[in-house]
């Protein structure tokens, strides 16, 4: 397969801004020049003059109802909406049902990859059955291909679980994952706490629900010397703490989902639901501080916090109403809108790919011969609206629906094919 003439938007390439034709075969890159002939029955694949190409995105934490909830949110929709928004790699919550905690669970999802554009890679429980309570078979589960340890968002992880969670990481090499938030400082929470939640007469999230948590976290890290992922974080404060974490030399690393980045709690003046999503949208103060920590490297990976949630769920009185919103399609354009004159292109690009593979342990992709061959390409000029008739899953929770977002997703290169954005 033949790739032609695009631009190379990738910090780690040696042909990084360079216009080029790339030759795959065999699923790696084989070639990169800026002209190549064509091959005897070799497929060409050409896009819009300005097009350019960069390594798959990777996201972590996205939601994954198969099993027990495919009415939400099946492999396959869950693939679809993740290659239209550029990801080559998605590393799944293990919040199904019955979780994700069992090495038969972690084999049922990794047996389906390596074929299509996206492929799902497993988060496991942490605890059992999501409880809180006793620790999973971590190093076996890590064996079979768990790439971390979580109970996912809305989760009260206790000290001694975390404790131990993290010792016995430590111990296999292994990665832990937590989303900073005690709910019973929070009961009945349904927005930040502030000005708004106190006009709607809603019962707030306050920041310190992030805060308290995540300052316990950093004390267990730095007692038990283990690796800690700070997921989904929300709050200038909260920011502040893994900054300082990271000054002090623990090792401990985070991720901050596009709608953080975008919007705040103004967005929820009007009831929507779909912008009701744990941690909770906040303050522009907050908002600020998030960009600046991703500019500074104190949050490593941009995340989609994508949760599938269909109308019976959503379509209530805002405090029935679930948490979550869809992400997947929408957050490499947002990030083009938000972080303009933030962070550069390439910068975004890294926060998408590179940042989350780190995160991770898994070793970065690179456009440069013998390497995997994981692209997206896309486009960032033009501004179109994103509708209902774009959306690719089974529900509708979009809150960028009705936006005018910036550029464009092309398709991804994996497994050996290109996949074109449906």
């Known amino acids: ?184 400082l929070a009961p009945e929470g349904q927005i930040h706490e502030g000005a708004i939640s106190a006009r709607l007469g809603l019962p707030g999230i306050p920041v310190m629900s992030e805060t308290i948590a995540l300052k316990q976290a950093i004390e267990l890290v730095d007692y038990t010397e283990g690796t800690l992922i700070v997921h989904l974080l929300s709050s200038a404060a909260g920011v502040e703490e893994v900054r300082k974490a990271k000054a002090t030399g623990l090792n401990v690393r985070a991720t901050v989902s596009a709608l953080h980045l975008q919007f705040t709690v103004e967005e929820l003046a009007g009831f929507d639901p779909n912008f009701k999503i744990i941690p909770p949208l906040r303050e522009e103060a907050d908002r600020e501080a998030l960009i600046a920590g991703l500019a500074d490297g104190t949050i490593d990976a941009i995340v989609t916090n994508h949760v599938a949630r269909h109308g019976e769920e959503k379509d209530l009185e805002f405090f029935y109403a679930d948490f979550g919103a869809l992400a997947l399609q929408t957050t490499f354009r947002q990030c083009l809108e938000c972080l303009s004159g933030a962070l550069s292109l390439t910068e975004i690009v890294g926060k998408l790919g590179a940042g989350p593979r780190t995160l991770l342990n898994q070793a970065p992709l690179h456009l440069r011969p013998r390497q995997k061959a994981e692209l997206v390409i896309f486009s960032t000029d033009g501004n179109r609206e994103f509708t209902k008739r774009d959306l690719l899953g089974k529900t509708e929770n979009n809150p960028l629906l009705g936006h005018n977002l910036p550029g464009k997703i092309h398709g991804v290169v994996n497994n050996g094919k290109f996949h074109p954005a449906e």
């Open 1 to 184: 397969m033949l790739l032609r003439q695009l631009t190379i938007i990738d910090a780690g390439s040696p042909y990084d801004g360079q216009t080029v034709d790339i030759r795959i075969q065999d699923g790696e890159i084989q070639d990169v020049a800026r002209s190549l002939e064509p091959r005897s029955g070799e497929e060409e694949q050409s896009f819009e003059e300005g097009a350019c190409v960069a390594p798959g995105f990777f996201d972590v934490g996205a939601y994954l109802g198969d099993p027990g909830h495919e009415e939400r949110e099946d492999y396959a929709s869950l693939v679809r909406q993740a290659a239209a928004g550029g990801y080559t790699s998605v590393a799944v919550l293990p919040n199904s049902d019955p979780p994700r905690q069992a090495v038969p669970d972690v084999a049922y999802l990794l047996r389906r990859n390596g074929t299509g554009p996206t492929d799902l890679l497993p988060l496991a429980a942490m605890s059992q059955d999501l409880a809180g309570k006793d620790l999973t078979q971590m190093l076996e589960l890590q064996e079979a291909g768990a790439l971390a340890f979580t109970d996912g968002a809305k989760k009260r992880i206790s000290g001694s679980l975390l404790k131990r969670s993290l010792e016995y990481a430590k111990a296999g090499d292994c990665l832990v994952m937590i989303c900073p938030y005690d709910e019973t």
